[in-house]
Structures are given as C-alpha cells and as structure tokens.
C-alpha cells in the first residue's frame, strides 16, 4: 500500500516539478483529511521537507458524466456509480522547509514509545506520526540525506541512536545483508551441531 501511495504521490505531486521523493511518513494534523511528512530532493539538488495533505477530488470529466446520465430510475443509481468511481486523490503542500535549515532533531524521550517529535527549524514545529517506528524511519531518511546533500551531520536529542546509526560491524549494509549474515551464521551453526563427533 506505501509503495502505491509513494508511485501516485511521485507521479502527482513531485514528478511534474522535476523533483524525487526520498521518503514519507503519515501523520496526524489537526485539519481534515490524511497527512503526510515528506522528504524529497529538487531539480538543483536541494532537499525539501513538506507536509502534504491528501483528499479525494472529482476526476475533471466527472460532471461532464453525470451531466450525460439518462433520465429515470436509473439515474441515481448510475450518479451514484459515478460519484465512487470518479473520485481520486488530491495533493496540496501545505508547509515546506528547506533541510539544512532543520538544526535539530528532538525525539523528547527515547525510553517511551512517542510517535511525537520537534523539528527545530525558524520555529520549532511538532509531528505526531502514525508510530514510533515511522518516527524513527524519518528521522534515518534524514540523517543520510544531510550527510549526503548538507555535507553536515543533523544533531539528533533524544533518539535511540542504536537505532538510527548501523553498528560498526555492520557499517553501511542494508537490513537485507545483515539478516542474510545471521541467517547464514545460524545454519553453520545447525550444521556443526549435526556433524558427528569422533570418539577415541
């Protein structure tokens, strides 16, 4: 479902700017509709956070087809075919900041699981995501795009940083490899335990 929302996003909303979407997070806001907390690169390189707020919409034509309807019992049922069928997704940006203007990072307290986290920029601006994972999924997204586009690392409080820095041993391996390593760590393990041992 997130990788079908990330293709229709791209394709609405960033695509036709020229820009990429790198990563999102859904969050909770206070005004009607579902939010999202985006990060995506421009056009000159520059990275951008967004809140984007979606909501359903009437394709164009769709008056056009309910306009066309015959007259009749029929009418309504097929009005009503129309309505479900013709609504899509509408994408507005609603705040947008730039990431090397983001100087700090607050998670307010890594011992609880808080969705909640401060982005300090010109003012500081609260997000609620939808769960603490999600959090910790933006605030990684971040840090690498800092280092890789600010040429800075982003000063992160109040984060679990086991959590959003790999370890030493496993620097700069995507989840796929560590877990392919442990799998293949254990099944040496099955297999020596299985071997027989000599006795003298």
């Given at each position: 479902?997130s990788?079908?929302?990330?293709?229709?996003?791209q394709?609405?909303?960033?695509r036709?700017?020229?820009q990429?979407?790198?990563?999102?997070?859904?969050?909770h806001?206070?005004?009607?509709?579902?939010?999202?907390?985006?990060?995506?690169?421009?056009?000159?390189?520059?990275?951008?956070?967004?809140?984007?707020?979606?909501?359903?919409?009437?394709?164009?034509?769709?008056?056009?087809?309910?306009?066309s309807?015959?007259s009749?019992?029929?009418?309504?049922?097929?009005?009503?075919?129309?309505?479900?069928?013709?609504?899509?997704?509408?994408?507005?940006?609603?705040?947008v900041?730039?990431?090397?203007?983001?100087?700090?990072?607050?998670?307010?307290?890594?011992?609880?699981?808080?969705?909640c986290?401060?982005?300090?920029?010109?003012?500081?601006?609260?997000?609620?995501?939808?769960?603490c994972?999600?959090?910790y999924?933006?605030?990684?997204?971040?840090?690498?795009?800092?280092?890789?586009?600010?040429?800075?690392?982003?000063?992160?409080?109040?984060?679990?940083?086991?959590?959003?820095?790999?370890?030493?041993?496993y620097?700069?391996?995507?989840?796929?490899?560590?877990?392919?390593?442990?799998?293949?760590?254990?099944?040496?393990?099955?297999?020596?335990?299985?071997?027989?041992?000599?006795?003298?």
């Amino acid at each position: 479902m997130s990788s079908l929302l990330r293709k229709e996003m791209q394709r609405m909303l960033f695509r036709p700017e020229g820009q990429k979407l790198q990563k999102f997070i859904e969050i909770h806001e206070a005004t009607p509709g579902r939010h999202f907390l985006c990060v995506y690169v421009t056009k000159t390189k520059e990275v951008q956070l967004c809140v984007v707020r979606s909501r359903k919409s009437l394709y164009s034509g769709s008056n056009k087809l309910l306009n066309s309807q015959k007259s009749g019992s029929k009418k309504k049922l097929k009005s009503q075919f129309c309505l479900s069928s013709c609504l899509e997704d509408s994408y507005l940006r609603t705040e947008v900041w730039l990431l090397q203007d983001l100087t700090l990072l607050d998670g307010r307290d890594p011992d609880v699981d808080d969705p909640c986290f401060l982005m300090h920029l010109s003012t500081v601006r609260s997000v609620t995501a939808f769960s603490c994972g999600a959090k910790y999924c933006m605030a990684r997204a971040l840090v690498a795009l800092s280092d890789k586009h600010c040429g800075r690392p982003l000063t992160l409080v109040n984060y679990d940083l086991a959590y959003i820095s790999p370890s030493s041993i496993y620097l700069n391996r995507g989840d796929c490899v560590v877990l392919m390593q442990i799998c293949f760590y254990a099944a040496n393990l099955v297999c020596l335990s299985l071997c027989p041992v000599p006795l003298d």
